[in-house]
């Protein structure tokens, strides 16, 4: 085991009594510091203790679960990339049905942050442990329902970001000066007075990476279901995966 800590301190207290009934409080507290350096050796029955459980733990992350076909990269695109499409294509596929059944609404578009995206995928085999590494925080899938003025502001943010955070279920399309020439959702024409379902995180509704837009809401459903767990599940239900960069937001030269 790799010790990233430097140095802890013990505090020791030393409490003198002079009678049972009399209030405890300390005389003394000493603090002193302990360096963990390589010539503290390992402690071999706590080592034998924990070993059948690293590898358990081990043997879960590392079992092969699909096959990507090219390695899946967070910067081969201006407004989509394979990483983010990868990710927010698995969103929406485990998301969806859970969505409905509790709601009996579809998710219209899935919206996720280019900062989320931890790793690359490389060709070949994946596991459990990919999805640790690309997707390495507790962020829950939640879907927010939105009014059309409300995703109209979303769909500014996306325009003059200049990242390329991951959608779902989109085609979008700007030109040059960072204007729309095409908007379509849930595979039809957006319309400013429809109230669309969003897929995100738990992260981006409290506002982070500067999606504040997402305060102007009408409800929230919270999944109960982490973002790395739903691309596990990807993983496990496709035998081989491969994604690309789209038209799903592209922009005009």
């Keep these: 085991m790799n010790l990233k800590i430097q140095h802890f301190v013990i505090i020791i207290t030393i409490v003198f009594s002079s009678c049972?009934?009399?209030?405890?409080?300390p005389h003394q507290i000493v603090a002193k510091e302990l360096p963990i350096t390589p010539s503290i050796?390992?402690?071999?029955?706590?080592?034998?203790?924990?070993?059948?459980y690293r590898e358990r733990i081990n043997t879960v992350l590392d079992s092969?679960?699909?096959?990507?076909t090219s390695d899946l990269v967070k910067d081969d695109g201006k407004r989509n990339t394979s990483a983010g499409n990868f990710?927010?294509?698995a969103v929406l596929a485990q998301a969806n049905p859970i969505f409905k059944t509790r709601t009996g609404q579809e998710i219209d578009f899935v919206v996720l942050n280019h900062g989320g995206i931890r790793s690359i995928i490389s060709k070949g085999k994946v596991n459990?442990?990919?999805?640790?590494?690309?997707?390495?925080?507790?962020?829950?899938?939640?879907?927010?329902?939105?009014?059309?003025?409300s995703v109209k502001h979303l769909l500014t943010f996306l325009a003059k970001s200049g990242r390329a955070h991951p959608v779902a279920n989109t085609k979008l399309k700007?030109?040059?000066?960072?204007?729309?020439?095409?908007?379509?959702?849930?595979?039809?024409?957006?319309?400013?007075n429809q109230t669309?379902?969003?897929?995100?995180?738990?992260?981006?509704?409290q506002g982070g990476d500067d999606?504040?837009?997402?305060?102007?809401?009408?409800?929230?459903?919270?999944?109960?279901?982490?973002?790395?767990?739903?691309?596990?599940?990807?993983?496990?239900?496709m035998d081989t995966i491969s994604v690309s960069v789209d038209d799903r937001f592209i922009q005009l030269n």
């Design 87 to 89: 990710m927010a294509d």
């Design 174 to 192: 700007l030109d040059n000066q960072y204007n729309y020439l095409k908007i379509e959702i849930n595979g039809a024409r957006f319309n400013e």
């Design 41 to 52: 050796t390992t402690n071999d029955s706590i080592a034998n203790f924990i070993a059948p």
């Design 128 to 149: 459990a442990r990919t999805a640790y590494q690309i997707m390495p925080f507790e962020n829950s899938i939640v879907v927010v329902e939105m009014s059309g003025t």
């Design 20 to 25: 049972v009934d009399n209030v405890e409080n």
């Design 211 to 237: 999606m504040g837009f997402f305060k102007n809401r009408s409800s929230v459903t919270n999944l109960d279901y982490l973002v790395r767990n739903s691309i596990i599940d990807y993983f496990k239900k």
């Design 196 to 205: 669309y379902y969003v897929a995100t995180n738990d992260y981006l509704v």
């Design 64 to 68: 092969t679960l699909s096959y990507v």
